[in-house]
T-cell receptor
C-alpha cells in the first residue's frame, strides 16, 4: 500500500529552537494537509495545499509557523522559534477530494 | 463554518457485540462527504468508511456500517462483531464538496472505544 511518510517520528527540542517536519505525500495526490493533535484541542487544521498552492493556513500561528511545498514530493512545516505550547503530534495527510485522505504516522514534538 | 459533534467521549463493548458511535454535524452545504477515522494506540489515523451526501444508500465496509440521516445531519457508525483490535479513538469528519470548505476535513472531538474480552 502507498503511504504518507513523515520525518522525524519523534523530536525533542529546547524552547527557541527551529523545528522542521517533513512529509512525503503519496504520488499523484493533489491535496496535502497539516494537522496538529493535542489532548485539549483535538485535531486542528494548520494548513493545506492543492496542487502545491497554499489554500488555507488560517489555523496556523503566522508569526512562528510556516508551511511550504517546494515540490510535489515534499511538504514541510517549520516552527521558529518553538515554544512549549507547540508540543503536540503533527500529522501530514494527502489525498484526492472526496475519497478520504491518507495520514502519515505523525511527528511527536516535545518542546522543553 | 462547519462543526462536527461527537457526544460520546467514551464507549465500551464486549467482544463480538455490536456498538454504535454517534456523530452530528452542522452545515449549510447540500453536497459533502462524511468519514469515520480510527486512531489506535499506535496513533496512526486509518480511514474506516466514507459516505457521499448525495447517495441515499448507507455505506458499508465489512463489519462497519453507517446510518446516514441527511435531514437530521446525523452520521453514526455501527461496528458489528466487535474485536479487540477495534479498540481505538474514532473520529467523525466532514468535508465540503464546494465553497470555502472544499476539500477541507473538519473533525469531531473523538470517541474512545474499548472492546473488552
Amino acid at each position: 500500500d502507498a503511504r504518507v511518510t513523515q520525518t522525524p517520528r519523534h523530536k525533542v527540542t529546547e524552547m527557541g529552537q527551529e523545528v522542521t517536519m517533513r512529509c512525503q505525500p503519496i504520488l499523484g495526490h493533489n491535496t496535502v494537509f497539516w494537522y496538529r493533535q493535542t489532548m485539549m484541542q483535538g485535531l486542528e487544521l494548520l494548513a493545506y495545499f492543492r496542487n502545491r498552492a497554499p489554500l488555507d493556513d488560517s489555523g496556523m500561528p503566522k508569526d512562528r509557523f510556516s508551511a511550504e511545498m517546494p515540490d510535489a514530493t515534499l511538504a514541510t512545516l517549520k516552527i521558529q522559534p518553538s515554544e512549549p505550547r507547540d508540543s503536540a503530534v503533527y500529522f501530514c495527510a494527502s489525498g484526492d477530494r472526496g475519497y478520504g485522505y491518507t495520514f502519515g504516522s505523525g511527528t511527536r514534538l516535545t518542546v522543553v | 463554518a462547519q462543526t462536527v459533534t461527537q457526544s460520546q467521549p467514551e464507549m465500551s463493548v464486549q467482544e463480538a457485540e455490536t456498538v454504535t458511535l454517534s456523530c452530528t454535524y452542522d452545515t449549510s452545504e447540500s453536497n459533502y462527504y462524511l468519514f469515520w477515522y480510527k486512531q489506535p494506540p499506535s496513533r496512526q489515523m486509518i480511514l474506516v468508511i466514507r459516505q457521499e451526501a448525495y447517495k441515499q444508500q448507507n455505506a458499508t465496509e465489512n463489519r462497519f456500517s453507517v446510518n446516514f440521516q441527511k435531514a437530521a445531519k446525523s452520521f453514526s457508525l455501527k461496528i458489528s462483531d466487535s474485536q479487540l483490535g477495534d479498540t481505538a479513538m474514532y473520529f467523525c469528519a466532514f468535508m465540503g464538496a464546494g465553497g470555502t470548505s472544499y476539500g477541507k476535513l473538519t473533525f469531531g472531538q473523538g470517541t474512545i472505544l474499548t472492546v473488552h474480552p
